[in-house]
Structure formats: structure tokens, C-alpha cells
């Protein structure tokens, strides 16, 4: 939403940033005419912002030499992406960031006017994001706290790390690079000793952890943005094609974003694909689903589904 205060304060900041602006560049830039434009320098003028304008074809308008925009002048807007900002830390967070995000808060709220604060008020009851973590963040906390030291300090960290493939866990010796947060869990991504080689692990997987005296050199070209973006991009997947029956062809809607087709069919029964990391998550996804669908390839997992149904089964006799 765009109003006139937002404008003014966008065009303080571009004079800020850039003195010496020809009138249609600001009009084209805030959205508004050339007239607007000389309607909002008298507003300034009258607020006491001082603007002037020099003629001839390197002229243009500018601040007065030294005036700057006081700190902390929001639009009702802004104030809440940080309100919101500060809420998705502690959330995310759990304790680690908890109370310096309640702390921030209190003196962003304490400094605004009352418009920002209403605005706030009204986002905190009426815009909540929660639950987006998986793993219980409280039981994550400490080792959260010792990564996030790790990478700040650049310290290689000692762990065991429990995988679908060795349960009973493996002593990894790891340079932590970064934290990241993906589709509710927490991976601490880093130059693992063992495998000689980049490798990202799940925290909530990670037991006897510990910070080392060993340090490690920060990698000077690692984005870990594009290596994240490269890991999901490559990482194996199984591609699963399923039928919904006509009955609960509605499970199949609801679920819509999840598969990567979905086609009607002239029964009413409903087809569906979708990719999975391995057997046993396509396996359990289809099984969530009990009856309602029945896995038509691959092999695998269709062969899973049954061996799972029927040891489920003997334990209903």
C-alpha cells in the first residue's frame, strides 16, 4: 500500500542517497506526476525538511548539504516486517534468540509513534507464523548454541551423527560452516573429516556434540545459498505414481501442492506423482493415506507398502 507518508519518506531517501535529481526522474521513480512531485516539496517544506534546486543541465534537487533523516522513521509497514522479523527469530530460535528479539522489539516499540504501534499491535493478533519447526526447538537449543559458536568462532565440532542407513550413529569430526533452517529442520552444513568432502546433517540427528580447540580458515568462495540451491537440486529422488479410488479422490485435492502432477480421470479416481528421497518416504507417504490409494510404481515401493501393511496387520488380529 502506498500512501503520501510512504512516498515523502521515499523521496527524503532518494535525495539522501543521490542528490542533484531531475524532477521526471523523481516523479517517474515515486510513481506520481511532475505536479505531485512539487506538491510533495512543499509538504517537506512545511514539515521542515529543507530541499533545494539548482538549475541548469547538472542541477536538479538536493538536500541541504548535511541534513539527514532521522533514525528510525518507519512506515506503518516497515515497522511490522520487523515486528514480524523479531517474532520469526524467537520462533525459529526457541531461547537462543528469544529474549534479544523481545528485547529489540521493546526498543523499536518504545521510539515509534503511536500509528507504528497500533499497526504493530494489530499484526501481533492478527499475523502469527508458528510451528515451524519439526523437531522439538527446545531440545535442539543447546545444540544449536554450540554451531551457531562454532561457525562464528571457526571451530571444528565433534559429533555423533545418527543416519537412516547407520542408526547406531558415526563419529564425524566436522567444520561447521553455516546453520539453515528447511521445511521445519534445522541442518548445520560443513567440511566433514570422515568423508573428506562438503555435507550437510540434520541437528536433530546429532548426539554427543562438542566444540573442539581445533580451528579451521573460514572458506573464502563459499555461498552457501547456491550450495543449498545445488544440494536439493542433486540430491537422488524416487519418482512415485499413485491412484486415489473415486471416493477419496478429495484427499488427493487438498494435498494438491504436494504432487508434482495430478490428473482426473473419467471414473472420478484421481492420478498422482510426486518424488521422494528414498523407499521408505515414498513408502510412508502412500501408507498415510491407508486405503484411500493404492502405489502403482515403482516396484519397490509398491513391495514395501505390502510387506508394511501386512506385519501392520498382525498386530490387529
Known amino acids: 500500500m502506498s500512501t503520501v507518508a510512504t512516498r515523502l519518506i521515499n523521496l527524503i531517501l532518494i535525495l539522501q542517497r543521490q542528490p542533484g535529481q ?25 514539515m521542515g525538511v529543507p530541499v533545494y534546486a539548482e538549475r541548469g543541465p547538472y542541477g536538479g534537487f538536493s538536500l541541504v548539504r548535511g541534513y539527514k533523516l532521522p533514525p528510525l522513521v518507519f512506515t506503518p509497514e516497515e515497522a511490522v516486517a520487523v515486528s514480524l522479523g523479531t517474532s520469526l527469530a524467537g520462533e525459529m ?6 529474549e534479544s528479539a523481545q528485547g529489540a522489539l521493546a526498543k523499536l516499540e518504545n521510539v515509534l509513534p ?29 545444540s544449536l548454541e554450540k554451531l551457531r559458536r562454532a561457525v562464528r568462532e571457526n571451530r571444528q565440532v565433534s559429533m555423533i551423527y545418527h543416519s537412516g542407513s547407520n542408526p547406531h550413529g558415526e563419529q564425524r569430526e566436522l ?13 548445520v552444513v560443513g567440511y566433514c573429516h570422515l568423508r573428506l568432502a562438503l555435507r550437510t546433517f540434520r541437528v536433530d540427528r546429532i548426539a554427543g556434540l562438542s566444540l573442539t580447540d581445533q580451528a579451521f580458515p573460514a572458506p573464502v568462495d563459499f555461498n552457501i545459498r547456491a550450495y543449498m540451491a545445488q544440494e536439493w537440486q542433486d540430491a537422488p529422488q524416487l519418482k512415485v505414481r499413485m491412484r486415489f479410488a473415486a471416493q ?17 480421470q473419467p471414473d472420478g479416481s484421481v492420478m498422482v506423482t510426486f518424488s521422494a528421497p528414498d523407499v521408505y518416504a515414498a513408502a510412508s507417504n502412500a501408507l498415510a493415506y491407508g486405503p484411500a490409494v493404492i502405489v502403482l510404481e515403482p ?19
Open 175 to 187: 567444520d561447521p560452516y553455516a546453520l539453515v533452517h528447511r521445511s521445519g529442520w534445522w541442518y
Open 248 to 264: 477419496f479422490a478429495h484427499l488427493a485435492q487438498y494435498a494438491r501442492g504436494y504432487w508434482e502432477t495430478l490428473d482426473e
Open 22 to 46: 531531475k524532477a521526471a526522474v523523481l516523479a517517474d521513480r515515486l510513481g506520481v506526476s511532475v505536479r505531485t512531485l512539487h506538491r510533495y516539496f512543499g509538504m517537506l517544506d512545511e
Open 93 to 98: 530460535w526457541g531461547t537462543l534468540y528469544h
Open 114 to 142: 503511536d500509528e507504528q504501534r497500533q499497526e504493530i499491535a494489530w499484526a501481533r493478533r492478527a499475523l502469527v507464523a508458528t510451528g515451524m519447526n519439526r523437531a522439538d526447538i527446545e531440545a535442539l537449543a543447546p
Open 299 to 317: 516396484p519397490e515401493v509398491c513391495q514395501m507398502v505390502k510387506e508394511w501393511a501386512q506385519a501392520t496387520s498382525e498386530f490387529y488380529p
